[in-house]
């Protein structure tokens, strides 16, 4: 079966770093495009990060450019998000998404991991 298990949550003060991992299984890694969202308490989901299945091209929000840093290791199923320089505002559930370049409407979620920055 399709799943998508999101890791690398926690608690960190403002300024600090975390990295998300997001590891994949039951369909082919490789071909889908991944995405990292993110909801936080009382507000609506955003994108933050996107990456190609090649990993050849990114694209950010504006809220988290030169901060975040999305990459992936096809051989790992694996789609990751480096987070440096963190906010108070950047504390939200963080979500990775599955979506097939080849198939349309063929997309997975996964449950979220918690990232919470202290104040």
């Known amino acids: 079966q399709v799943q998508l298990v999101e890791s690398g949550g926690g608690l960190v003060q403002p300024g600090g770093s975390l990295r998300l991992s997001c590891v994949a299984s039951?369909?082919?890694?490789?071909?889908?495009?991944m995405t990292w969202y993110r909801q936080a308490p009382g507000k609506e989901r955003e994108l933050v990060a996107v990456?190609?299945?090649?990993?050849?091209?990114?694209a950010y929000a504006g809220s988290v450019k030169g901060r975040f840093t999305i990459s992936r290791d096809n051989a790992k199923n694996t789609v990751y998000l480096q987070m440096n320089s963190l906010k108070p505002e950047d504390t939200a559930v963080y979500y990775c998404?599955?979506?097939?370049?080849?198939?349309?409407?063929?997309?997975?979620w996964g449950k979220g991991t918690l990232v919470t920055v202290s104040s």
């Open positions: 990456i190609i299945s090649s990993g050849s091209g990114t």
């Open positions: 039951g369909f082919t890694f490789s071909t889908y495009t």
């Open positions: 998404k599955a979506r097939s370049e080849s198939v349309v409407g063929s997309e997975y």
